[in-house]
């Protein structure tokens, strides 16, 4: 398969160049090639008017080239330094010394303003400070061009401001940035020049005083765009799902979720919006089952379920599109009239009593496929072998097949592609005026505010505050999510 | 912001930042190591059991505890660089053959080199089918044993038999290696540690013990125990080793050649434990023989689960088996006498547990000491089949107090697949 | 389509092994050559025994044995789970079977059930330990089951002694547990020409299990939701399966079959738990597991082929070949098969992703042209 294909780029020192394309346009690829980390089949690559051949990590670090990955590439039980100098150690005789390594990494951190404690474990950090981590490595081997994936996927717009101003920081001093994003406004906002890849070519070079969002989005999409709107309001007064007061305390006594309350009508989609890992994805475990409340309790439809197992929750009516579907929503080794029943093993038409029906299984899989438009060559394929779009559309006519009335989605449409976000949304929305109750958690505050019918913020395992989607604007939910001007 | 779109519900408190607590970790050992005595010296003088801690005793444990030790080392090695090695049983058997083959017509100085060249063969073996082909860990680890078993039995039928004082299933003798005594300190010690005081005696026991008959294997693995210490986490060499072990993509995109590690660490895990076989034919038996190893190549890696993948806690853990197998061989009521002392540390354990308010642990752990106190008040001896297996409840009743605060290398089992990064 | 899929997967699954055993071969052959002996010889040698009645017969009644181990481990490995306890397991489950057995009068049927009762509920117990420490403690079972093996050789040593469950066996210095009457005991079946040796009327038992462990696997919930926790552990949790609830009845599931693993001997010929019971069973068990790849058929050949190898290798000695020449062949299959399944299983996940692409680009294509 053909990930990239004539991808021409110029980037300037002291400059930050973005580049733009939609999820699985081939931008990720195109970095990894740029890092050494993939052999490109034909094409050349030309650092300071000298043609390279990178053909490892090692490679691209000596020439000083440096990544900031999207998925922080940290070791959680090894302290900050460690991170920091591995692979570009400083020695005292065979010993690492760690004494200048501490110097080194205190002044880099000084220079930029990235205020990182080396002694410190990783796992104590919290997302910004790791992502300062991840720069910090980079300027510790001396990086001049420095490429950013996704740099601000995991981060708040008030963080985001933080990273932006440290770039320009970094470009002042003459380093080239290779900038990677699919979020429009930040893109217009940071970067000097914009290259856009549609399908794993680039097919336009632009500056961002020429264009706006919407020419950009279309230069990316190559066609009209999707957007998440919600139409009429469905929302009936019939209480689904009323959770009271639920906590959560961890092992070590630290409250993961506290206190939580809300209410979902039939009809009405709640959005929870939060930066991720303040408790959204343990509250979606707590409400199917699979962590154990420490209080507080679950009613569906009148009926108290907090003691209830995640299996008897199923089947009582609670579908769920898990935020991981490669870990938690699959068995990827599994044909795909398997992976239908996961879930829903003890229904109909997947079992009679305490038999499994393979061909009751197969009929309604088949059906699924052709309903959801899963693109397939037949049910009997492993479920590794579709595109994640594939897989979601899959997930979600599995979990509509059961007629439930709570639907739980948990980043539905993270890592799909544009046609099937659009499928997925339709999906959502027609299960919202089928009168289900859903509750609906995601990282993309458009589609959040798109499709819920009221949002409500968590921080660090609390609701903070809540919004009216119809006037609420990305950047005051986001500080919402910080808790930065959250007492006000 | 504007408080007519988002409202606040609740009040945002800053969380609280857990701080590590700094201690001077050599203090806390020696302070442990003098508790553990007194508490032994305490049952001697209790129940008239001088063998608790007589010299000979303690280099019975010393002796007892090396290939073990080594074992553990070796899964050591290996899982810091995230490759699980259930073959050590395997590779310390190749390591007992090397030095049988070698030690009877070389001399035991080549039995030992060509011992851990036959277990780094094994290990190289394991590293191929888990680093190369990223087969199943456990699955590679329990074939390779098999294999040891099958490859040296064969070999000592070809190898061995018709040769004077060898068979099918063992090997002609092997001259001894030498050992070291310090001269003026084991004497002096050793005159102590017989008149009976109170720990004065239990301390001189314990350096007669270990000055006295000293194999220079043991000495070797001793200086291997803390060169791995200085070597894995001084060394820029070790750091890289364990971030493999730790999170191996990350380790990759800096440009650490993770395959390149993790090789090298199996092949080392698997000297170690041939090291640990030459111990046992060379020293302990000076003679190869079939099921030389006894499993000892699982008790290493219990060992090394149990001292929390760490060198110093895989040498205490050794040393308890050794210990404890050490009583059990020299009889003389040692084991009974040891439930005593297993029944006052199960309180100690509980009591501090209930202070930490672990009331369901700390019960469970009082419970059990009444229970062994109670056995040890109602009978006289233990019979050997008891004491044989008393390292191995030992192991699982420490496994299952303790496995909670025990935490292994995050990406340890798991294949390191190159290019399938997310 | 969907044949095509198929017959791929069964050619590619019967390769993998016989590519394995030919590999085997040639090391062999190697460490034969370098030994001085002529492998066609020893192989030829071997092949001749199988034609033998009195051969057969024992290779049947120890695959029949073999099976059962297998089988026992091969629960586990579906789930994720290493039980390398069955060795531990079937000991002490025979000892304690043979003493309940010898030291009781039913009649037949009832004494039979008693006796294989009480080895299946002793494997059952022995393994379940393992599991609920992994459910409650967090113990790994590897660990737990090696200990567990142990600890049961003391546990067996320490009964098995007279006074205790032993008395001495008449005209030798062995000692075992009381002889089990006549009415405890298993038949054997005359079914192979030839020979006076019977086989073991337990080689039902093992075609039984066989026949529900295939069930069990691929028919019921439970199984679904045991083969779903083997492959993904966090998408059972999320599918609503009680992942410590099924670590715990998978241990005792495989425990109760380890119990079996004794049967055929101690009902079909030795009718007492002595010294020289075979030890070890269980680590063979393991070996063909991973050759059978958990299959049910693919453990009865794994468990014939390891019988046969066994069973030939004493007729070696007559040609001047150490019998251990089979023991390195048996490491060699087990670890080159493992290889090989690996090397399969991502050469499989890859040609079903491109084969899927492939399909779905000539569909697109084709809706183009005809736009």
Partial sequence: MVANKDINLRVRRGTVHAIVGENGAGKSTLMKTLYGMHRPDSGTITLDGEQVALTSPSDAIARGVGMVH???????????????????????????????????????????????????????????????????????????TLILDEPTAVLVPQEVDELFDALRELKSEGLAILFISHKLDEVLKVADEITVIRRGTTVASVLPADVTARQLAEL???????????????????????????????????????????????????????????????????????????SGSVHLAGDDITAWSTRRRRESGIAYIAEDRIRHGLLLESPLWENR??????????????????????????????????????????????????????????????????????????????????????????????????LLISADLDELIGLSDSIKVMLRGKLVADADPATVTPEQLGSAMTGAEGAA | MSADTVTPTEAVAEPPRARRLPASKGLRLLYLASVLLLLLSTVRIITGVTNLTSAGTVAAALGLSVPIAMAGLGGLWSERSGVVNIGLEGMM????????????????????????????????????????????????????NILAVGLTQFLAAELFQGVPGGGATQSPRIDTMGSITLPGISDAAEGVADKGWFLISDLAGVIAGITTNVSYITILAILALIGSFFVLWRTAFGLRLRSCGEAPYAAATLGVNVRKYKYIAVVMSGAFAGLGGAYLTIVAAQIYREGQTAGRGYIGLAAMIFGNWRPGGLAAGAGLFGYTDALQLRGGGAVHALLLLTSILLVGYGIWLLVKRKTISGAISIVMALGVFAWYATTDDVAPQVAFVTPYVATLLVLSLASQRLRMPAADGKPYLKGEEH | MSGRFSLNRMGLAVAAPLLAIVFALVVTSVVLVAAGNNPITAFTTMLEGLT????????????????????????????????????????????????????????????????????????????????????????????????????????????????????????????????????????????????KNEVYGFILVAALVGLGYWFLLNRTRFGFDLRATGSSEPAAVASGVNVGRMVVYAMLLSGAVAGLVGMPQLLGSSHTYSLDFPTGLGFTGIAIALLGRNSPIGIAFGALLWAFLDNTSNSLEFQGIPKQTVLIMQGVIVLSVVIAYELVRRYRIRAVAQDVGRQLVTEVAEKEAVA
């Fill in chain 1, 70 to 144: 999207q998925h922080f590439q940290l070791a959680d039980n090894l302290s900050v330094l460690e991170n920091v100098v591995l692979g570009s150690e400083p020695k005292r005789g065979i010993r690492l010394d760690y004494d200048l390594a501490r110097t080194r990494i205190l002044d880099i951190s000084d220079r930029y303003g990235l205020d990182v404690t080396p002694d410190s474990l990783v796992e104590d950090l919290g997302v910004g400070e790791r992502q300062r981590v991840e720069i910090l490595k980079v300027l510790y081997r001396g990086a001049r």
């Fill in chain 2, 93 to 144: 058997i190749l390591g007992t053959f090397g030095a049988g083959w070698a030690g009877y017509q070389w001399g035991p100085w080549a039995g030992l080199g060509v011992a851990i060249a036959f277990g780094a063969l094994g290990g190289l073996l394991h590293a191929v089918a888990t680093v190369t082909f990223a087969v199943d860990q456990i699955v590679s680890g329990v074939a390779i």
């Fill in chain 3, 52 to 195: 033998k009645p009195r051969i057969q017969v024992n290779i049947l009644n120890s695959a029949t044995t073999y099976y059962f181990s297998a089988v026992a481990v091969a629960i586990g490995f579906k789930m994720n789970l290493f039980n390398i306890g069955v060795d531990g397991q079937y000991r002490l489950a025979a000892m304690l079977a043979a003493a309940v057995g010898g030291a009781v009068v039913l009649p037949p049927v009832l004494h039979v059930g008693l006796i294989v009762g009480v080895a299946m509920l002793v494997g059952a117990f022995w393994a379940g330990i393992a599991g609920l420490l992994k459910v409650t403690r967090g113990v790994s079972e590897v660990i737990s089951t090696i200990m567990l093996n142990f600890i049961a050789t003391g546990l067996v040593a320490f009964l098995l002694t007279p006074g205790r469950l032993a008395e001495s066996v008449a005209g030798s210095n062995n000692i075992g547990t009381k002889p089990i009457p006549e009415s405890g005991q298993v038949p054997g079946m005359a079914i192979i020409p030839g020979t």
């Fill in chain 1, 220 to 294: 990316m999409v190559g066609s009209e765009l999707p957007t998440p709107e919600t139409r009429e309001s469905t929302v009936t007064d019939v209480e689904e799902i009323v959770i009271e007061g639920l906590t959560l305390v961890d092992r070590g006594g630290r409250a993961l979720l506290s206190d939580v309350s809300f209410t979902i009508h039939r009809g009405e989609v709640l959005g929870i919006a939060g930066v991720e890992g303040n408790g959204q994805a343990e509250l979606v475990e707590t409400v199917m089952g699979m962590r154990k409340a420490t």
């Fill in chain 1, 341 to 438: 029943m996961l879930g829903h093993q003890t229904q109909p038409p997947n079992s009679k009593g305490a038999l499994i029906d393979v061909k009751g299984a197969r009929t309604d899989t088949q059906r699924i496929v052709d309903e959801y438009d899963v693109r397939t060559p037949s049910i009997d394929v492993l479920a590794s072998a579709l595109s994640g779009g594939n897989q979601q559309k899959l997930i979600v006519g599995r979990e509509m097949s059961s007629s439930p009335s709570v639907l739980i989605a948990s980043h539905p449409t993270r890592g799909v592609d544009v046609g099937a976000q659009a499928a997925i949304w339709d999906l959502l929305r027609e299960a919202r005026s089928k009168g289900l109750a859903v």
